[in-house]
């Protein structure tokens, strides 16, 4: 069974960097698909962050492409999200998860892990 | 990019069909079968329901069903059930060579 959990801090300043982890167990993402990060609001609807795939091709979503940066860790079998100059917007909650493409479906999500941007 | 156009919320009585529409351009639903549909149950993360307008994961009901015409997508529950009762999202893959969702569906069972 795949499983993903997400990781990291829970508030973080205006300006900074936010930066996430997602452990991946059941399925090694350096062998197939793509993996990646999609965010809520809080109260409001989806939207994705960007993905990798197991071989390092990447897309991002073009109205956070200057501020995202995806990578995967195969030897730890996780891969992360960086957010860099945060503002009180990007406040939502982050899931990770696999994707069966370069844009969709996505068919395993970690649980999520809100972050709040606040100083 | 705009958001997919859903409908804020949707009824249907227990054991009764109700269907949701997800509409788009030709520059995305109109133009790729790349539209899924997720389920949200309140506080818990999506789960996917349809991928590629019409095919379901092995975990999900054969009362769930998808279709596409034009540049409307519609996801279909019949035989309603309470646990069906959460918000849906719908997503399309782009011209632009991007992801966009729907603003997502309320489901209320009766």
């Known amino acids: 069974q795949v499983q993903l959990q997400e990781s990291g801090p829970g508030l973080v300043k205006p300006s900074e960097t936010l930066s996430l982890t997602c452990a991946v167990s059941g399925f090694s993402i350096g062998s197939d698909h793509y993996w990646g990060w999609i965010r809520q609001p809080p109260g409001k609807g989806l939207e994705r962050v960007g993905s990798?795939?197991?071989?390092?091709?990447?897309y991002y979503n073009p109205s956070l492409e200057s501020r995202v940066t995806i990578s995967l860790d195969t030897s730890k079998n996780q891969f992360s999200l960086k957010l860099s100059s945060v503002t009180a917007a990007d406040t939502a909650v982050y899931y990770c998860?696999?994707?069966?493409?370069?844009?969709?479906?996505?068919?395993?999500w970690g649980q999520g892990t809100l972050v709040t941007v606040s100083s | 990019q705009s958001a997919l156009t859903q409908p804020p919320s949707v009824s249907g009585s227990l054991g009764r069909a109700v269907t949701i529409s997800c509409t788009g351009t030709?520059?995305?639903?109109?133009?790729?079968?790349?539209v899924s549909w997720y389920q949200q149950p309140p506080g818990a993360a999506p789960k996917l329901m349809i991928y590629e307008v019409f095919n379901r994961p092995s975990w999900v009901s054969d009362r769930f069903s998808g279709s596409k015409s034009g540049n409307t997508a519609s996801l279909t529950i019949s035989g309603l059930q309470a646990e069906d009762e959460a918000d849906y999202y719908c997503?399309?893959?782009?011209?632009?060579?991007?992801?966009?969702f729907g603003g997502g569906t309320r489901l209320t069972v009766l």
């Open positions: 030709s520059s995305d639903v109109g133009s790729y079968n790349r």
């Open positions: 990798v795939s197991h071989n390092g091709r990447i």
């Open positions: 997503s399309s893959y782009t011209s632009s060579s991007t992801l966009i």
């Open positions: 998860a696999r994707g069966l493409s370069g844009h969709d479906p996505f068919d395993y």
